[in-house]
């Protein structure tokens, strides 16, 4: 198993930069395909980006591609979120997610999740 810990959000204005990260317990980091979700107040989680254990895959929601970047550091067992140029209707909760993968590419589902940290953006 694996516990996941996110850490960076807050409160910050329309066209700001936030950096999450995720801290993964466990010897095994970089078997896991790691992923970030988001939830907005009365609105269903969504995917946002995932990362292959390898680092060398990525894949981003339409939404975020060119504004957000995710990156991995296996020695650090954590995944970051850079957010940049965020606009208000990035409001959310941001969540971390793990799935162990044997091939090195970004999955449709996982099976470990965070608590979530709360992402605010002003206009």
């Known amino acids: 198993q694996v516990q996941l810990v996110e850490s960076g959000g807050g409160l910050v204005q329309a066209g700001g930069s936030l950096r999450l990260s995720c801290a993964a317990s466990?010897?095994?980091?970089?078997?896991?395909?790691m992923g970030w979700f988001r939830q907005a107040p009365g609105k269903e989680r969504e995917f946002v980006v995932a990362?292959?254990?390898?680092?060398?895959?990525?894949y981003y929601a339409g939404s975020v591609k060119g504004r957000f970047t995710i990156s991995r550091d296996n020695a650090k067992n954590t995944v970051y979120l850079q957010m940049n140029s965020l606009k208000p209707e990035d409001t959310a909760v941001y969540y971390c997610?793990?799935?162990?993968?044997?091939?090195?590419?970004?999955?449709?589902?996982?099976?470990?999740w965070g608590q979530g940290t709360q992402v605010t953006v002003s206009s």
């Open positions: 990362i292959s254990w390898s680092g060398g895959s990525t």
């Open positions: 997610a793990a799935r162990h993968q044997v091939s090195d590419y970004v999955p449709r589902e996982y099976d470990y």
């Open positions: 466990g010897r095994t980091f970089s078997s896991y395909a």
